[in-house]
């Protein structure tokens, strides 16, 4: 029987690189977005991941379709940046609503479905959970829950031999970029987003994150996190090695 994907965040950048990538290897491929998907190859629910109603009905509709699910990627996100003063309270909920509570729902509700054949989450974080962005500080704060909730869901979910992992995509050429939102009119703010987003148009390609992603899901036994691309590895790896304080003096020259 082909294995069954349900991918969120799935009809543009890093989520439908991977669906496509899904479904040329064989996989049965659903993918989840607010949007509608107007292309071929998958089928696309319409919903928003913070409508838990809505999403047990897609995971339940998905195992009756199907018997089985073996594979979630949680991939739907989106950003905020601005000064922190100038940063609203609803902003600020919304972003931690989408990024990391709906991510923690849908692991629990979903656990349930694959249970008795295992499984592979995985979780798309950022190597900016790591590396704390200035002026995106909510962002990074999702991020790095991210991280922390796989790793601690990993040791819940192991007698069932459901493997979670947090993919750390760094810069990634995709719409994230100009969808991002931003707050405020801080100059400095400003000068610096528009530096992050100089590099993200340089970063890395979406299909090369699901590339990761899809290697990760054939594992038997995969890592609990992966860093993608040169700049991402190296910056986890100096993260382990430098002082947190000289961690943040440089982040501060870079983006500050």
Do not use: H, W
């Amino acid at each position: 029987m082909k294995k069954v994907v349900i991918i969120t965040g799935a009809t543009s950048g890093i989520g439908l690189a991977t669906a496509k990538l899904f479904t040329e290897k064989g996989f049965t491929v659903y993918g989840v977005a607010r949007k509608k998907y107007a292309g071929n190859g998958f089928y696309c629910y319409s919903a928003d991941v913070t409508d838990y109603a809505a999403m047990e009905s897609v995971f339940k509709d998905v195992y009756e379709k199907e018997k089985r699910i073996d594979v979630v990627v949680n991939n739907a996100g989106f950003g905020v940046a601005g000064a922190m003063e100038e940063t609203s309270a609803e902003s600020i909920r919304q972003l931690t609503e989408v990024n990391l509570t709906s991510l923690c729902v849908l692991c629990g509700k979903v656990i349930p479905y694959m249970k008795n054949s295992g499984g592979r989450i995985v979780n798309v974080s950022s190597v900016g959970g790591i590396m704390p962005l200035p002026y995106q500080a909510v962002y990074s704060a999702t991020k790095a829950g991210v991280e922390i909730f796989s790793r601690a869901l990993a040791n819940e979910v192991k007698p069932y031999n459901i493997k979670v992992t947090a993919v750390l995509p760094g810069d990634t050429k995709t719409g994230f970029t100009a969808a991002r939102k931003i707050e405020g009119s801080n100059e400095r703010a400003y000068r610096s987003i528009k530096k992050m987003e100089r590099d993200e148009q340089r970063g890395t390609s979406p299909e090369r994150v699901a590339k990761i992603i899809y290697k990760l899901a054939k594992r038997r036994n995969p890592p609990l996190r992966v860093s993608v691309g040169f700049i991402s590895k190296l910056e986890v790896f100096l993260n382990r090695l430098l002082p947190v304080r000289f961690i943040n003096f440089i982040i501060g020259k870079l983006y500050g």
